[in-house]
């Protein structure tokens, strides 16, 4: 599932591995895994641990998602490599959307121009960082 939230990276130079999408992750995965046990219900007969599960799930998805909020463990160099793959989503929606409005195409052109230029930027930083 991890490796699910870079599907749309706009080139595989932009893959950065990051806690941000870990949290994305596993805001995906625990919920599965109650609806999972609620609806197979039956194949699982150890109804105590069916209902720990469930708890546990869904207390690791709300600590995921407050996790995701707050930033946590995120400094310079995981912001940065959460940020790339981010900007580069952007660029790829811009150059594959259909768009026949022409506000929004001058948008997308300005999108695709700032957005590589900080992701170039952030590259030099991680470099300058030792990363």
């Known amino acids: 599932?991890?490796?699910?939230?870079?599907?749309?990276?706009?080139?595989?130079g932009d893959l950065y591995l990051n806690i941000s999408n870990l949290y994305m992750a596993l805001m995906m995965v625990f919920p599965m895994g109650i609806i999972m046990i609620a609806i197979m219900w039956r194949m699982f007969p150890n109804k105590p641990?069916?209902?720990?599960?469930?708890?546990?799930?869904a207390l690791l998805t709300v600590g995921a998602f407050f996790m995701g909020r707050a930033a946590t463990f995120v400094g310079n160099q995981q912001f940065l490599d959460s940020m790339i793959?981010?900007?580069?989503r952007a660029i790829l929606l811009c150059e594959q959307s259909n768009i026949t409005d022409l506000e929004i195409k001058d948008l997308c052109g300005e999108i695709v121009e700032s957005q590589q230029q900080e992701i170039d930027q952030m590259?030099?930083?991680?470099q300058r960082l030792g990363n």
Do not use: C, E, R, W
């Not at 599932?1 to 595989?12: K, R």
């Not at 590259?123 to 991680?126: P, R, V």
């Open 1 to 12: 599932m991890y490796f699910f939230t870079f599907a749309l990276i706009n080139v595989v």
């Open 49 to 57: 641990l069916n209902i720990g599960l469930i708890v546990a799930f």
């Open 85 to 88: 793959p981010h900007h580069s």
């Open 123 to 126: 590259k030099d930083i991680l």
